[in-house]
């Protein structure tokens, strides 16, 4: 496996960012779309930051397409065509992985909100296997049981899971060791985080509250993200997991609070060469 970083978990600006991660034993970069390049960059400016980042030894582990999910239950053209730009310019910047959430798969599928996820994700998974890319769904506002579900209801190879253990943990209250065996045929790419519990919720409420008519809440007392080895990840169990599927993608540190990301990122690399990860 190999260890990436996200680029903005950094709190600097890209190239700052890629050299600190080059400079910490980093293998490789995912990066927001809209932040590390702007929409609507061309193809000769998202070559010349392919040109920059290979030139530090890196490369692109994966591209955010994150605009919230409002998209998935509004049928948002707009923002579904963009979607689809960013596959394309993944694949210009060296990666075919776009990772992104979806919102919160229902129990129900005969509901509207399953329907109009369906349709979106349906769009853009066949999208992204014509063009032999992955539209890659993170893990965490639901068990990866319902979440294979869904997927497999999608019929597409364009289709792929981004798993985070710690969202599974945190949001989910689910096992990410389990988890990898149950979406072993989605798994592309993976993010390095960890984190606890604090209380049980109804991830609707907090990634999609206004979609199910539920009142909503924020993240405070609910959840506490934790350097890795300290919150509920068992990551000797989950990396063997990893490891006995096949798994050889990244593993791609992801520090979204605390004061001394750097720092954190640092250790966080550390952490991950101690277990031998590569």
């Known amino acids: 496996m190999k260890i990436g970083v996200i680029a903005e978990s950094f709190r600097k600006d890209f190239m700052d960012a890629v050299r600190e991660a080059k400079s910490i034993g980093a293998d490789g970069m995912q990066a927001y779309a809209g932040t590390a ?3 609507d960059a061309t193809d000769a400016q998202l070559k010349e930051i392919r040109k920059a980042v ?3 030894g890196l490369c692109f582990s994966a591209i955010c397409g994150d605009f919230g999910c409002a998209m998935y239950y509004e049928k948002n053209r707009e923002l579904i065509d963009r979607e689809k730009r960013i596959l394309e310019m993944a694949k210009i910047l060296g990666t075919n992985i776009v990772t ?8 129900n599928e005969n509901c509207v909100q399953y329907e109009s996820m369906h349709t979106v994700c349906k769009e853009l998974a066949d999208f992204a296997k014509s063009i032999d ?3 890659a769904v993170e893990t965490g506002p639901e068990k990866a049981s319902l979440l294979k579900k869904f997927l497999d209801n999608l019929g597409s190879d364009g289709v792929a899971v981004n798993l985070d253990p710690a969202n599974l943990v945190m949001c989910a209250g689910d096992d990410p060791v389990q988890a990898v ?3 072993k045929d989605y798994i592309v790419h993976t993010h390095a985080k960890d984190g606890i519990q604090l209380k049980p919720f109804d991830t609707r ?4 509250a206004q979609f199910y008519g539920l009142p909503a809440i924020g993240w405070d007392g609910i959840i506490e993200e934790v350097p890795l080895g300290k919150g509920g990840v068992n990551w000797d169990k989950y990396l063997a997991a990893l490891r006995d599927i096949g798994y050889n993608g990244f593993l791609t540190i992801e520090r979204e609070c605390g004061d ?3 720092k954190d990122i640092g250790d966080a690399v550390k952490f991950l060469d101690s277990h031998k990860v590569r």
């Open 133 to 135: 890319g992955h539209f």
């Open 181 to 183: 065996y149950t979406l």
């Open 37 to 39: 390049f702007p929409f």
């Open 100 to 107: 992104t959430h979806i919102g919160v798969v229902p129990d």
């Open 54 to 56: 290979e030139g530090e």
């Open 205 to 208: 409420q907090a990634y999609a």
């Open 260 to 262: 001394t990301p750097s």
